[in-house]
Nanobody, 131 residues
Framework: EVQLVESGGGSVQAGGSLRLSCAAS????????AGWFRQAPGKEREGIAC????????YYAASVKGRFTISADDAKNTVYLQMDSLTPEDTAVYYC????????????????????????WGKGTQVTVSS
């Protein structure tokens, strides 16, 4: 059974940093795409960062590009999201997700920020940024 467990959320002041972790189990950490999504109160869930297993290529939403960094440690079956220069607009529940039915181009996994691409989801972790 595939399981994803997020951790590292919490409360921080504007300008601060947090590092989220997503521990994965129940599948081999090869040939996957992993993504981080968030849902703020009253808003739809949005994809903010994704990474492909082959070459660890990463893509970001414009709202977080330059401030957030996604990474993956295959040996630990864990995906991370380093969040810097946080603002109150980053307040949301953050979810990690994995796509095991990945598409490849020239043998390289191409990750996607589209929610519909992801097969498995964690339960989320709350991030609150105060001004």
């Amino acid at each position: 059974e595939v399981q994803l467990v997020e951790s590292g959320g919490g409360s921080v002041q504007a300008g601060g940093s947090l590092r989220l972790s997503c521990a994965a189990s129940g599948f081999t950490f090869v040939n996957y795409a992993a993504g981080w999504f968030r849902q703020a109160p009253g808003k739809e869930r949005e994809g903010i960062a994704c990474i492909g297993s082959t070459d660890k290529s990463a893509y970001y939403a414009a709202s977080v590009k330059g401030r957030f960094t996604i990474s993956a440690d295959d040996a630990k079956n864990t995906v991370y999201l380093q969040m810097d220069s946080l603002t109150p607009e980053d307040t949301a529940v953050y979810y990690c997700a994995v796509d095991l039915s990945v598409s490849k181009v020239n043998g390289i996994v191409i990750p996607d920020l589209a929610e519909k691409e992801y097969d498995y989801w964690g339960k989320g972790t709350q991030v609150t940024v105060s001004s």
